[in-house]
């Protein structure tokens, strides 16, 4: 390839400078474009970077281009209505179509296989609720004994979005759009920043491992500062970040290229430099420590709800914190269940492929614990994970949840087009980038009105399925009203698949067998599993 490249070049170099010379000037146009890729194949075969590129100049560079349009002509040109990731194109378009207010309904029934292995469904009633009776905006009070401020919560939220892994204006239309629809905004970890303020929407303040936001210098939880902030009214819950399902046990990422001098004020660090949070926290060592500590941050804050957000990984270490809450008679207002299929701005693959319990079985568990050890009734279950639907918003409350954060539906409402850049600082919608020229694509005033239809429009499905199951409150769904499809003449609720465990029944009665390991390695005065 080499020697054909040579031969070629300099044939068509002489030839066309020739017919230029001889003929007519408009030759050295073409003998001119020959020329530059004359050169840039010689660049190609001298560079060492790049085998392709060295074999095959000038052709080889065909790859990256590939490359880069791939993934956008598989998204337009090949997958099909159901088989896209992470989210296929029927729950992209719902979402797009609710936010915009058209129509939201489907022609000629459903694409999916009703008889795959795993399709699930929800059960209906020969006698559903009317429509109108149901109670369209349904809320859960957060708040137990300890707490001064009780919170009256949407079932549905925003998830945590950092401010620098996504743009000012996203979070603007994001808590504008809480505002006008009355449900709160997970800040992330990133720290309460001006533009959360902004628009004067209700906030949950996620405080991470680096403690962004409320640091000392060294990195330290400063708790004079998360006092002062923490007191702002718009304020109405604190979250303490454990782990989240796109990468337990790793700290969250920062590019550097999205660390400008105003992030890097609200969170205290040093601008354009990558951040990577610390994977653990420096405030408590032990399951003792943690909940100590999360009494710590409600006396501090004046008494507001304060929980914590978990991707479930040992088992035992969940247990150990309950037991530390029951010892200590200290109960956090709210648990948020990560599933390992949340998503993220940045993460190594093997942590967001194959690191953490996906959603539905931690769910089963955190319910089935709190049950067991009779505190269920002390705090609520927010869950997270790929929710985007009525339906996945049902299934989660069957399970045992009381409400949900949304992360990616929010985006789509947004505009998002999952063009898998997130991490890139070049997000063609403005939404995970910090680049100027981008985000002003994301105009405020219109955005945060898709942000509130979407919302509404999705409770008010949600709502239509309660009738529809024959039930008019949240607290009546339960998991005998999911089915699914195990094999092809075999079906299952969820109450069979995952079977409730009795209140109490853990302090009265023998541990059921599959938790036996865990409450055997539970200790809660260290992590880990020791034998």
């Known amino acids: 390839m080499k020697n054909n490249f040579y031969i070629t070049t300099t044939i068509a170099l002489i030839i066309t400078f020739a017919l230029g010379y001889f ?21 190609d075969l001298s560079q060492t970077k790049h085998t392709i590129m060295r074999n095959y100049p000038v052709l080889g560079r065909l790859r990256f281009v590939l490359e880069e349009l791939r993934p956008k002509m598989y998204q ?86 950092s401010f620098g892994a996504i743009s000012a204006n996203a979070v603007r239309a994001l808590n504008a759009g809480a505002k006008i629809g009355n449900f709160a905004h997970n800040t992330g ?42 007191k702002n009214p718009n304020v109405k819950m604190i979250e303490l970040k454990i782990s989240q399902g796109a990468k337990p046990g790793h700290g969250g990422i920062l590019p550097a290229e999205k660390n400008s001098e105003e992030i890097a004020k609200i969170r205290h660090i ?32 004046g008494g507001k709800p304060v929980g914590f957000k978990l991707c479930i990984g040992y088992k035992s270490e969940f247990i150990s914190i309950c037991q530390a809450m029951i010892e200590l008679d200290i109960y956090p207002d709210f648990i948020a269940v990560d599933g390992g299929e949340g998503g993220t701005g940045a993460a190594p693959p093997e942590f967001s492929n194959y690191v953490g319990a ?40 069957a399970l045992g949840a009381d409400g949900c954060y949304q992360a990616r539906g929010m985006m789509i409402s947004l505009g998002c087009i999952q063009a898998l850049m997130c991490n890139t600082n070049e997000c063609p919608t403005g939404i995970t980038t910090q680049d100027p020229k981008l985000t002003r694509g994301l105009v405020v005033e219109d955005k945060k009105f898709r942000v509130a239809n979407y919302h509404k429009t999705t409770l008010k499905n949600f709502a239509e399925l309660l009738g529809a199951t024959g039930v008019t409150e949240t607290k009546n769904l339960m998991r005998s009203h999911i089915y699914r499809r195990v094999s092809l003449n075999s079906m299952i609720t969820y109450e069979e698949l995952f079977p409730s465990i009795k209140v109490g029944s853990m302090l009265t009665e023998e541990v059921p067998a599959k938790y036996k390991m865990d409450f055997a390695f539970a200790d809660k005065t260290r992590w880990g599993i020791h034998p």
């Not at 378009?93 to 129509?103: D, E, L």
């Not at 006698?127 to 009256?152: E, Q, V």
């Open 358 to 397: 996906p959603l539905i079985d931690s769910l089963d568990f955190v319910h089935n614990i709190l049950n067991g050890l009779d505190i269920r009734q002390h705090i609520k279950i927010i869950a997270s994970g790929k929710i985007t639907s009525a339906f996945h918003v049902a299934r989660v409350i």
């Open 270 to 301: 040093k601008p354009f430099t990558k951040v990577s949070s610390p994977p653990y926290h420096t405030a408590f060592d032990t399951p003792l420590e943690m909940v100590q500590f999360i009494q710590k941050l409600r006396d501090l804050s």
């Open 76 to 161: 337009y040109f090949i997958e099909s209505d159901i088989d896209g990731r992470p989210f296929n194109r029927v729950d992209r378009s719902t979402v797009y179509q609710r936010a915009k207010g058209v129509r939201d309904t489907i022609p000629f029934g459903t694409q999916l296989d009703v008889y795959a292995e795993g399709y699930e469904w929800i059960c209906h009633t020969i006698a559903p609720k009317p429509f109108d009776t149901i109670n369209h905006d349904p809320r859960i009070l957060i708040g137990n004994k300890g707490c001064k401020h009780p919170y009256s919560s949407s079932i549905i939220n925003i998830s945590a979005m």
């Open 23 to 43: 003929l007519s000037s408009n030759w050295y146009v073409l003998f001119g474009i020959i020329l530059i890729f004359t050169i840039l194949g010689y660049y």
């Open 189 to 230: 970890e990133g720290g309460l920043s001006h533009h959360h303020l902004e628009e004067d929407g209700d906030l949950i303040w996620q405080i991470g491992t680096a403690y962004f936001g409320c640091r000392d210098e060294e990195g330290k939880f400063d708790p004079e500062l998360f006092a002062e902030k923490s």
